[in-house]
């Protein structure tokens, strides 16, 4: 059976889970393809105009996979990871919003509830439904899962060696080896870039901001490459939590890069109209106030240029290595 | 004489300058671009050329900045290739060491620059809204038939108030339909014109950043005076508007290029001022080999390609290396 996996939203964060999990029950996994404006074009034109663009790419990616003839494709219903968090009520209402936005998906659309408090995932009662649909056993799925979750940590751990997502991919996939990655390396500044990884690795959305600024001499490191007790000891619970989950990562990896990390500068990359962002982007301006670091927004929708950012991000680049210079020559200027 | 040269192509103006030695502006020129970019660079050098003959000179280093800077670095052959925030803020901290806020309005985009210890430590840029620039004057100054020349000075003689909405262009418009229908002054409205762009400007850009004098206010809006005083009515401190307001981007562009050929104590790659009897042509590519379908920008120089961008994968670019 042919299981397609839209390469939008929260794949980047759990492609290898999933790609080993269907891998392990005999599936064939099939990923859609980069995003490139054909694909954002019909997602586009299938979507209601006032959500995000992530949906709107979501949507294109869908239509990708079912002409790649797939049986199914999965998206399932992230509801929690953590107790008394949640996510985005686009992400809780994501098959229902596929089903009535694509009429040839309907069929096609393979779901489950991701419930608990574990950021694998993998409790098999989430995945149990998935038994009858694809015709294997309990102790089959089981199995599966208990690979995956291994498969999926391990990804993990390379993110917190500081690999981005897509090395840490590679280095999964055995394509790279980690000193091949490193020895491409050579920095003069470290800039937190914060942002969801649908933001961030998408390379549309934006626009290979990471490539960009590596080949301007900067070191990047984002939120998945911090370990969890390192982010979760920021902000200790309190009255008010924010309750969205990778929201909340995205707000204490910035107090981390600030307080601990020692970065140049911050970045916060974030999709027109998104709820979340609006708060969180807020309390991370208010903080680099107090820890005093250069932080700027981009914000990107369908219709953002690339020179545009291009010239922003070479300006931040550029005030901050002029200022780093000026330092180290022990000008006060 | 050993001069620098800074260029700065942007959407309304394309301005030229040289500097000298010491950094002091030896020649200006502020032209309209006219959406020729191209043909507005040669015409700068050939000026440039020829209010330098006779004298002996030296061009040491070359600049570009600005929207078209990339095209524009290309044609002369510039030793740096640089955005405009950087550019602004060099050649303001150069003339007025002691500025902490710079206020820039150009045709299609403002910016606001924060400078402390001249370095600059934040900025804000107008990204989809041109509500707060220089085209959003100009189309009202057009709209109520007075040369853009004399809307400053005309607004100065206003004796009333009047608010207009001016969060964008087309509200503003229709707010300014109805403000003439209850009566007011041509002066008056244009005064509410200038009121409504600073306060848009502050609000969009200088938004949660505290603002700090010496305040200096640049770019082509900087020669209207209504806008001066607007700016000044709003933040209640004087603003300085610098001698070259209107050639700053162009001047911190030929800094920069000094600055730069100086410390690496490089040889200029300035093509020379035969540059504007060359024949560059400009072209797009809609490039078909993937989904992507990039707008492939490629200059060709006497006949023999010699840049290509705009393409995400790097076929095209990296096909002129090596």
Same mark, same amino acid.
């Not at chain 1, 979507?47 to 995000?52: K, L, M, S």
């Not at chain 2, 078909?288 to 992507?292: I, R, S, T």
């Given at each position: 059976m042919r299981i397609g996996l839209p390469r939008a939203l929260i794949f980047y964060y759990y492609y290898p889970l999933w790609k080993s999990f269907f891998e392990n029950l005999g599936m064939d996994v099939v990923v859609s393809d980069v995003t490139s404006k054909e694909l954002i074009e019909k997602g586009i034109k299938v979507?209601? &105009?006032?959500?995000?663009v992530p949906i709107k790419i979501f949507n294109g990616h869908v239509i990708n996979l079912l002409s790649k003839n797939v049986d199914y494709v999965f998206i399932p219903r992230f509801?929690?990871?953590?107790?008394?968090e949640w996510f985005c009520p686009k992400f809780i209402g994501l098959p229902d919003l596929v089903k009535y936005t694509i009429e040839e998906a309907k069929e096609r659309i393979l779901t489950i509830d991701i419930k608990g408090k574990r950021e694998d995932t993998c409790n098999w009662r989430n995945y149990r439904p998935l038994c009858n649909i694809l015709h294997v056993s309990e102790k089959q799925l089981k199995k599966a899962l208990k690979n995956a979750s291994e498969y999926w940590h391990q990804f993990r751990q390379y993110s917190m060696e500081g690999f981005t997502i897509e090395e840490a991919m590679q280095i999964c996939d055995n394509k790279l080896t980690r000193n091949q990655i490193l020895s491409q390396r050579s920095s003069e500044i470290t800039i937190g870039l914060l942002g969801y990884v649908y933001n961030i690795y998408d390379p549309f959305v934006s626009m290979d901001i990471i490539p960009k600024m590596r080949s301007m001499g900067v070191n990047i490191i984002t939120f998945?490459?911090?370990k969890e007790e390192e982010m979760s000891?920021?902000? &200790?619970?309190?009255?008010?939590?924010?309750?969205w989950t990778f929201s909340k990562k995205i707000h204490q990896s910035a107090r981390v890069f600030m307080k601990?990390?020692?970065?140049?500068g911050l970045i916060h990359v974030t999709a027109f109209g998104c709820g979340p962002d609006s708060i969180v982007g807020k309390m991370i301006e208010l903080d680099s106030d107090v820890y005093q670091k250069p932080f700027m927004t981009i914000r990107v929708d369908e219709h953002t240029g690339e020179s545009h950012l291009i010239t922003r991000v070479e300006a931040f680049v550029d005030m901050i290595k002029r200022k780093k210079y000026s330092e180290k020559r022990g000008e006060i200027a | 004489m050993n001069i620098y040269i800074g260029i700065d192509v942007g959407s309304v103006s394309t301005n030229a300058v040289a500097i000298n030695e010491d950094g002091d502006v030896v020649f200006e020129q502020y032209i309209r671009t006219n959406g020729q970019p191209i043909e507005s660079v040669k015409e700068s050098l050939k000026t440039l050329e020829k209010a330098l003959e006779g004298k002996p000179y030296k061009v040491k280093g070359a600049g570009t900045t600005g929207s078209g800077r990339q095209l524009a670095g290309i044609m002369i052959g510039a030793d740096i290739i640089k955005n405009e925030i950087t550019a602004h803020a060099a050649a303001t901290v150069h003339f007025h060491?002691?500025?902490?806020t710079i206020f820039e309005i150009g045709g299609q985009d403002s910016k606001i620059i924060i400078i402390k210890d001249k370095m600059v430590v934040d900025f804000s840029m107008n990204t989809v809204?041109?509500?707060?620039?220089g085209s959003f004057l100009d189309h009202q100054a057009e709209r109520l038939g007075i040369p853009i020349q004399e809307f400053g000075d005309l607004a100065l003689t206003a004796k009333k108030n009047v608010r207009i909405a001016g969060r964008c262009t087309v509200f503003a418009e229709s707010d300014m339909i109805a403000k003439q229908q209850y009566g007011f002054s041509k002066a008056e409205i244009i005064k509410g014109l200038c009121d409504a762009l600073v306060r848009n400007y502050i609000n969009n850009l200088g938004r949660g950043k505290s603002l700090h004098p010496p305040f200096v206010f640049q770019g /082509?809006?900087?020669?209207n005076k209504g806008i001066k005083a607007a700016f000044e009515r709003e933040i209640g401190h004087e603003v300085i508007v610098p001698k070259y307001y209107n050639v700053m981007g162009a001047i911190g562009a030929a800094l920069l290029a000094k600055e730069h050929v100086e410390k690496y104590g490089m040889k200029t790659s300035f093509r020379g001022f035969d540059v504007a009897e060359y024949n560059f042509t400009p072209t797009t590519i809609d490039c078909? /080999?993937?989904?992507?379908s990039c707008e492939v920008i490629k200059v060709d120089l006497n006949g023999k390609t010699v840049a290509m961008w705009g393409d995400k994968c790097g076929r095209w670019a990296n096909s002129l290396m090596g």
């Open positions: 979507t209601v &105009p006032e959500i995000c509801v929690s990871i953590d107790r008394g998945e490459m911090l000891r920021q902000l &200790p619970r309190k009255s008010k939590n924010i309750y601990e990390r020692n970065v140049d | 060491p002691d500025v902490r809204c041109a509500a707060g620039t /082509g809006v900087a020669a078909n /080999g993937c989904a992507n």
